[in-house]
């Protein structure tokens, strides 16, 4: 039974950082890609970042290149987002999603698990 569990949302002021932190569980994969997804309200869900468990490969959307960093921790599978320079776009749920056996995949459709969300709020 694979498992996501998040953590690390809450309320920012713009400018502001968040660390976002996913811990992935109860999977067999050899190899798979794991990310960062989000829904603003009334929004479609869409990908934030995604790193491949094989070679680290990422992928950022423009909308949060050189602002937001994904990392794995290698050891612990903990797959981290590091938000900096947070603005009021940003505020949404923030989901950790998984895809098994991809070396690299962050297609919000096509991911295989998910977990349950932590809102992410950035607001004076």
């Known amino acids: 039974q694979v498992q996501l569990v998040e953590s690390g949302g809450g309320s920012v002021q713009p400018g502001g950082s968040l660390r976002l932190s996913c811990v992935p569980s109860?999977?067999?994969?050899?190899?798979?890609?794991i990310g960062w997804f989000r829904q603003a309200s009334g929004k479609q869900r869409e990908a934030v970042s995604c790193?491949?468990?094989?070679?680290?490969?990422?992928h950022y959307a423009d909308s949060v290149k050189g602002r937001f960093t994904i990392s794995r921790d290698e050891t612990t599978n903990t797959v981290s987002l590091q938000m900096d320079s947070l603005k009021p776009e940003d505020t949404a749920v923030y989901y950790c999603?998984?895809?098994?056996?991809?070396?690299?995949?962050?297609?919000?459709?096509?991911?295989?698990?998910w977990g349950s969300g932590t809102q992410v709020t950035v607001s004076s």
């Open positions: 790193i491949s468990s094989g070679d680290g490969s990422t």
């Open positions: 999603a998984i895809r098994g056996e991809y070396y690299w995949y962050c297609d919000p459709d096509g991911m295989d698990n």
């Open positions: 109860g999977f067999t994969w050899g190899y798979y890609s």
